[in-house]
């Protein structure tokens, strides 16, 4: 009996440990604006919901065309199709290397080959915007539930 419990108690830390590697991770804020900085010169306001997709690979942000490519193989959702269109935005301002980012956010992990940037809005927000897009609240949690599943990429959500 012993025993039994002993793999039973090593399976659930185990499925727990690997559940948590895939988990989106809220960077707040303030950093994310670091992280805005350190990948762009540009003074423009960024929209969002955004997303952002970095090969850490080739060191290289995705353009719009090709993030959302990427995505598209991730989903298959009827509204996937319609979020990754809708808020994957362009890149072609940002620029920087592994280096840099660990550097300037050591928070950041750049151990799988890509890492997305999930620029999304707080929960109280979703529900004011609620009038303009129906289907916004969907398309967040289908976006969260997406990320936090992938083994190939590391996933951060601003809230």
């Known amino acids: 009996m012993k025993t039994i419990i002993t793999i039973f108690t090593f399976i659930l830390f185990f499925a727990n440990v690997q559940a948590s590697e895939n988990q989106l991770t809220a960077i707040g804020n303030g950093v ?3 992280l805005m900085k350190t990948i762009s ?7 969002f919901p955004a997303i952002y997709v970095y090969d850490t690979q ?4 995705l353009s719009k065309q090709n993030a959302e490519a990427y995505l598209l193989t991730l989903g298959d959702k009827a509204i996937w199709s319609k979020l ?3 808020w994957t935005k362009d890149t072609s301002q940002f620029s920087t290397t592994n ?3 660990a550097k300037a956010l050591p928070m950041l992990k750049l151990d799988r080959e890509f890492l997305i940037l999930y620029d999304n809005l707080p929960t109280p927000m979703l529900e004011q915007f609620k009038a303009m897009d129906p289907e916004l609240i969907l398309k967040d949690s289908t976006l969260k539930s997406v990320l936090s599943s992938l083994d190939s990429s590391r996933s951060y959500t601003t809230y």
């Open 32 to 34: 994310k604006s670091k």
């Open 99 to 101: 280096e840099t980012l």
């Open 58 to 61: 080739k060191q290289t942000f």
């Open 41 to 47: 010169t540009s003074t423009d306001k960024h929209k």
């Open 84 to 86: 990754t269109s809708q």
